[in-house]
């Protein structure tokens, strides 16, 4: 059997006798339209040990690179806040995997920057209190609901030499730099990814160390598809800030988005040390990675960590998780997870091949206990 994405040279995993493996899809797109409306968002900030917060804690908001303060965590840290948007059209970048026993789907990049036209699709929440870490919820696919529970966003504190989701370097940005990349993500957030482009590229021309700017012109460019230009601009803002997680987590992205798979894995690595909290994306494309590596314990363990943070906001997950378990032996544990998939997706265009993987599955059960 084949269960490598294509153009991938990898081995397929090895299954259990009967069971064949797809290559899982990951967060796809789901394009909405809309008007201006109000949004009321609320949740909770907790400490990872479960300790008090250490003082007023702010709720921020990150659209396309762009961060604002939306409310602040009481003492007990819940908070609640109104947050009237309207939806912007945002690019795709997406590549084609092929399925066991014929068909394809699509492997759509999920990072920042590319999710469809949902008026929250491009914005992440998190806490932000000075030597701290935090959880990152994502928005993406809220769209359709006014009144919406992030649930806990988990702070954690930075020990030295961890990473960081600002470069120190930022901070001896010349005004003029300065102005050019907050025009720049005002631009991104616009979905003008070329005016995006070239204010970002004035910022970097005025201070070539800022790597802030590098990381967000990186992707600006993969949403004009210019991959090559994108993967040099991480590149250069890891050369820059070697503990800087973005450019890391994105060139791991890129990496998998052309089934690199052994690159992927390396470089998603790296981005769950600089900071295990900062993204449940890299978590899961970690696994991903691994997955196709056939590294099933360790794929198993991403996933796992990707749920934690996630909040449920990418129900792929539970399709990930079921053909991991399934590969392992586990085919209880797996046709179990592929279950909540199907029951979770309902209207997903991959749920078809999520049944048939599960009927096979199924069938090599029903087979065992004979």
């Not at 409310?71 to 840290?77: F, L, N, P, R």
């Not at 005002?186 to 005025?206: D, M, R």
């Not at 099933?296 to 378990?325: C, Q």
Request: net charge neutral.
């Amino acid at each position: 059997m084949n269960g490598t994405a294509a153009g991938s040279t990898n081995p397929s995993p090895s299954m259990p006798n009967g069971v064949t493996a797809t290559t899982p899809p990951v967060t796809g797109n789901v394009p909405t339209s809309g008007g201006a409306r109000a949004i009321f968002i609320s949740g909770l900030v907790m400490m990872d040990d479960g300790s008090p917060l250490p003082g007023i804690v702010d709720i921020q908001s990150i659209c396309n690179g762009l961060r604002r303060t939306m409310s602040h965590a009481t003492g007990a840290g819940t908070f609640s806040f109104q947050w009237a948007t309207a939806s912007t059209p945002v690019g795709d970048a997406s590549q084609a995997v092929r399925l066991s026993g014929g068909g394809s789907a699509s492997l759509t990049g999920s990072r920042n920057g590319s999710r469809g036209l949902d008026p929250l699709a491009n914005c992440d929440l998190l806490a932000e209190y000075g030597g701290y870490s935090s959880s990152k919820v994502s928005l993406y696919n809220r769209a359709g609901q006014d009144n919406y529970d992030v649930g806990a966003i988990i702070l954690h504190r930075i020990a030295a030499g961890e990473g960081h989701t600002v470069s120190v370097l930022a901070l001896k940005a010349p005004r003029e730099a300065k102005k050019s990349f907050d025009h720049a993500n005002s631009l991104a957030t616009a979905n003008k990814p070329t005016e995006a482009a070239a204010s970002y590229q004035k910022a970097v021309e005025i201070y070539p160390q800022y790597a802030d700017a590098w990381l967000n012109l990186g992707k600006v460019q993969w949403q004009l598809l210019d991959k090559e230009a994108a993967r040099s601009s991480f590149q250069k803002a890891t050369d820059l800030d070697n503990k800087l997680v973005g450019p890391w987590q994105e060139l791991g992205f890129l990496a998998c988005d052309d089934a690199r798979w052994e690159e992927a894995a390396r470089l998603l690595d790296q981005a769950v040390r600089l900071d295990p909290m900062e993204s449940p994306n890299a978590w899961y494309f970690k696994a991903l990675a691994n997955y196709n590596l056939g590294k099933f314990d360790v794929a198993e363990k991403s996933v796992k960590a990707e749920m934690k943070l996630d909040g449920g906001a990418n129900t792929r997950e539970h399709f990930l998780l079921g053909l991991i378990l399934i590969a392992r032996g586990d085919l209880d544990g797996g046709a179990a997870a592929l279950r909540n998939y199907i029951a979770l997706a309902a209207g997903a265009e991959d749920v078809s091949a999520a049944r048939r993987q599960l009927g096979k599955v199924e069938s090599q059960i029903a087979s065992n206990s004979r």
